[in-house]
């Protein structure tokens, strides 16, 4: 869907600032956008990106069904570029930020311009901000960086001001409401949870995934009672565990983030775990592995998934799994 700014919720002020510059054809090269996660800092973002980029604009705004307007909304146009944290690493290293330099100072593909959407920047290192200031100050072929952060002071000054700044607020309960019931949340639901959600879209999705906590929770605990040496806590698990194909390839997603959990908490790495509430217990089964086991563990879940993807009967791999799991972990 394309989103424009027009259409951006909660966030009046940063919007205005943003349809004065494009009307008047004064847009900044370098943005800042600071705001709480989840406050529309990224939709703001694309719906400037969709209206520059937009082949035959309506009155500044993108007109949703051009090739270009198509291939944003889809996530697919070549000359947006996203720099991010690579997974598993804590900040934006001075290698990206090169070839982000590498990649700007190439001819646009199809847009006028490119653009980059750094996030979150205030991870990025030292160097990598050092070495971007060149480019935030003249970036090559009129091309537009817009960074995200939700602590501006974070960043070096020499980044921040060449930056034009815009303040994004928490969103307030009804904008809030709205769009929970826009994503399609129950509007219960989204009564009983946006006066809790600080102001945060993201916040408020997190709040009703109660669901996938509960389940998360269950599958550790079934995954720890299996014992290699006695089968029949095997099949009784896949008992519990066993759906239809959709089911257990959303139980493997959560399966594998599990994993990769117990991965990092096996090397010294908590801070970087997804599922911090069920950290005592990950740590506790991770310890019951030798460390290439878990990986090796890692890896059968992954192929696992695949199998499942293809045409193994998802109740079939499920058990198999839970028996190499069960030996691993004894090896
Ligand atoms: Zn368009």
């Given at each position: 869907m394309t989103i424009r700014l027009r259409e951006v919720i909660g966030q009046d002020r940063a919007v205005n600032a943003l349809q004065r510059a494009i009307a008047g054809n004064r847009v900044a090269h370098a943005y800042l956008f600071e705001g709480i996660n989840g406050c529309g800092r990224r939709t703001t973002a694309l719906a400037l990106v969709a209206s520059l980029f937009c082949r035959q604009p309506v009155a500044g705004e993108a007109c949703g069904v051009c090739p270009s307007c198509k291939k944003l909304a889809a996530g697919s146009h070549p000359d947006l570029h996203l720099l991010q944290p690579?997974?598993?690493?804590r900040d934006i290293s001075i290698e990206q930020v090169r070839e982000l330099q590498q990649v700007l100072s190439l001819r646009p593909f199809e847009a006028t311009r490119k653009a980059c959407l750094i996030e979150p920047a205030e991870r990025m290192s030292t160097g990598a901000a050092n070495s971007l200031l060149k480019t935030l100050e003249e970036p090559p072929g009129h091309g537009l960086l817009i960074l995200l952060t939700n602590?501006?002071?974070?960043?070096l000054p020499t980044v921040r001001s060449r930056c034009q700044h815009l303040r994004f607020t928490p969103l307030d309960t009804a904008d809030l409401t709205t769009l929970l019931q826009q994503q399609g949340m129950d509007p219960a639901v989204a009564a009983t949870v946006a006066p809790l959600a600080e102001g945060s879209l993201e916040q408020a999705g997190n709040m009703d995934n109660e669901a996938s906590i509960t389940s998360r929770q269950t599958l550790l605990d079934t995954l720890r009672q299996v014992r290699y040496q006695q089968v029949s806590t095997v099949f009784d698990a896949g008992e519990r565990l066993a759906g239809n194909r959709e089911d257990t390839l959303e139980l493997f997603t959560l399966l594998i983030s599990l994993l990769r959990d117990m991965v990092l908490l096996r090397s010294s790495a908590a801070s970087l775990i997804a599922n911090t509430f069920l950290q005592g217990r990950l740590a506790e089964e991770a310890e019951r592995f030798l460390p290439a086991r878990l990986m090796e563990a890692m890896d059968l879940a992954l192929e696992t998934r695949r199998a499942i993807q293809g045409n193994v009967s998802p109740k079939l791999a499920l058990d198999r799994f839970l028996l190499r799991y069960s030996r691993l972990r004894t090896a």
């Amino acid at each position: 869907m394309t989103i424009r700014l027009r259409e951006v919720i909660g966030q009046d002020r940063a919007v205005n600032a943003l349809q004065r510059a494009i009307a008047g054809n004064r847009v900044a090269h370098a943005y800042l956008f600071e705001g709480i996660n989840g406050c529309g800092r990224r939709t703001t973002a694309l719906a400037l990106v969709a209206s520059l980029f937009c082949r035959q604009p309506v009155a500044g705004e993108a007109c949703g069904v051009c090739p270009s307007c198509k291939k944003l909304a889809a996530g697919s146009h070549p000359d947006l570029h996203l720099l991010q944290p690579l997974p598993d690493k804590r900040d934006i290293s001075i290698e990206q930020v090169r070839e982000l330099q590498q990649v700007l100072s190439l001819r646009p593909f199809e847009a006028t311009r490119k653009a980059c959407l750094i996030e979150p920047a205030e991870r990025m290192s030292t160097g990598a901000a050092n070495s971007l200031l060149k480019t935030l100050e003249e970036p090559p072929g009129h091309g537009l960086l817009i960074l995200l952060t939700n602590q501006a002071d974070l960043l070096l000054p020499t980044v921040r001001s060449r930056c034009q700044h815009l303040r994004f607020t928490p969103l307030d309960t009804a904008d809030l409401t709205t769009l929970l019931q826009q994503q399609g949340m129950d509007p219960a639901v989204a009564a009983t949870v946006a006066p809790l959600a600080e102001g945060s879209l993201e916040q408020a999705g997190n709040m009703d995934n109660e669901a996938s906590i509960t389940s998360r929770q269950t599958l550790l605990d079934t995954l720890r009672q299996v014992r290699y040496q006695q089968v029949s806590t095997v099949f009784d698990a896949g008992e519990r565990l066993a759906g239809n194909r959709e089911d257990t390839l959303e139980l493997f997603t959560l399966l594998i983030s599990l994993l990769r959990d117990m991965v990092l908490l096996r090397s010294s790495a908590a801070s970087l775990i997804a599922n911090t509430f069920l950290q005592g217990r990950l740590a506790e089964e991770a310890e019951r592995f030798l460390p290439a086991r878990l990986m090796e563990a890692m890896d059968l879940a992954l192929e696992t998934r695949r199998a499942i993807q293809g045409n193994v009967s998802p109740k079939l791999a499920l058990d198999r799994f839970l028996l190499r799991y069960s030996r691993l972990r004894t090896a």
